[in-house]
């Protein structure tokens, strides 16, 4: 399987029927496409919209529907569209179940950092922050190393996108989750071992006696 769509899938596993959902630029907006039958979630884009669907066909999209990274998406009958106040109203105003971010690195703390890429020009961190802040849960999707080198750190050499702790990462090797006690190996992707994920993994972690391979 796909490393994303590995990660993507195993993602939508933790989405729920009823959830509000915000999926990140890039590798996180995969997760729609590969919700469990019969889990129904709504789709919320910070730019503007509840109700936003994967295209049903390639090239039929409207520019002016898109998501928060300027990439063509559906809409679901019944969706709703509105400004960026309202948008963001919903998101500081905690009402969100869940958002699921892209992270360059995640430290020992679970903090994220996942906006300022390195060598690259950026506008800013959009509504990263707010996301990170407001969402009642915080999962974050993404390879677990960058050409080589780990993506889950003592510490973050970026800046940080909060100060407040992510719920769960999700990565190609492995379901991690930070606690208070540190980073704990919950899950293991098919075909991957313990030692795998502590050779690609800078900072500790916590191992069980049992880690589980991942259901997909």
């Not at 939508?12 to 729609?32: S, Y």
Request: proline residues 6%; charged residues 20%.
């Amino acid at each position: 399987m796909d490393s994303k769509i590995l990660i993507a899938t195993r993602v939508a596993q933790e989405l729920k029927t009823g959830n509000l959902a915000n999926l990140g630029i890039g590798l996180p907006t995969l997760v729609a496409s590969y919700l469990p039958k019969g889990v129904e979630v709504s789709f919320q884009s910070e730019n503007g919209i509840i109700g936003m669907s994967t295209l049903p066909h390639p090239g039929l999209f409207d520019a002016d529907l898109t998501d928060a990274g300027g990439t063509p998406i559906g809409s679901v009958p019944g969706a709703s569209a509105f400004d960026s106040s309202f948008s963001f109203g919903l998101i500081r105003g905690g009402h969100l179940d869940v958002t699921v971010l892209g992270g360059l690195q995640v430290d020992e703390r679970g903090l994220l950092a996942n906006w300022m890429v390195p060598g690259k020009m950026v506008p800013g961190m959009g509504g990263a922050m707010d996301l990170v802040a407001g969402a009642k849960r915080v999962i974050v999707a993404m390879t677990h190393t960058a050409k080589g080198a780990p993506k889950i750190v003592k510490e973050c050499c970026l800046p940080l996108t909060a100060v407040r702790r992510v719920d769960l990462i999700v990565t190609d090797l492995a379901v991690i989750e930070p606690t208070d006690e540190g980073l704990v190996l919950r899950e293991l992707a098919p075909g991957v071992s313990v030692k795998d994920v502590l050779e690609a993994t800078e900072a500790t972690l916590i191992v069980p006696d049992n880690v589980p391979e991942m259901a997909l």
